[in-house]
């Protein structure tokens, strides 16, 4: 392990590889430590430390509840993705992701829209 802030972590590797099991974030641990969170991350694999996959913040999830009721009564992918200036893909994933539309049937939406 090389960096002097890797270094500087090594005492608390027991603490960091805890936390972060427990689902603390690398920003979280970051701050706690003071260093950047890509130092925790290399840290963390340096350890051999499975990482987990940090959900994404999607662009849909705060007006979520508004494209699922769009799409229920009926308006038109192509149209919600405008709406919310997204990709019609990104609206079909979402929507997929819910159950609000099956997986199988999502191509037949792409001819729709």
């Known amino acids: ?21 427990e689902g603390e974030s690398f920003a ?3 701050e706690h430590f003071d260093c950047g969170w890509g130092t ?5 694999i340096s350890h051999e430390v499975p990482l987990r996959q940090e959900p994404r913040k999607r ?3 705060s007006v979520g509840a508004d494209v699922l009721k769009a799409f229920r009564s009926g308006t038109d992918i192509g149209l ?3 709406r919310y200036e997204v990709q019609s893909q990104t609206v ?9 539309l099956d997986a199988a049937n999502a191509d037949l939406d792409l001819d729709a829209a």
């Open 1 to 21: 392990m090389k960096g002097f802030v890797l270094r500087r972590l090594q005492p608390h590797a027991g603490v960091i590889k805890q936390r972060y099991a």
């Open 28 to 30: 979280d641990l970051a």
């Open 40 to 44: 925790i991350r290399r840290f963390l």
């Open 59 to 61: 662009k849909l999830d």
């Open 80 to 82: 919600i993705a405008a």
């Open 92 to 100: 079909r994933s979402y929507l997929v992701d819910r159950g609000a």
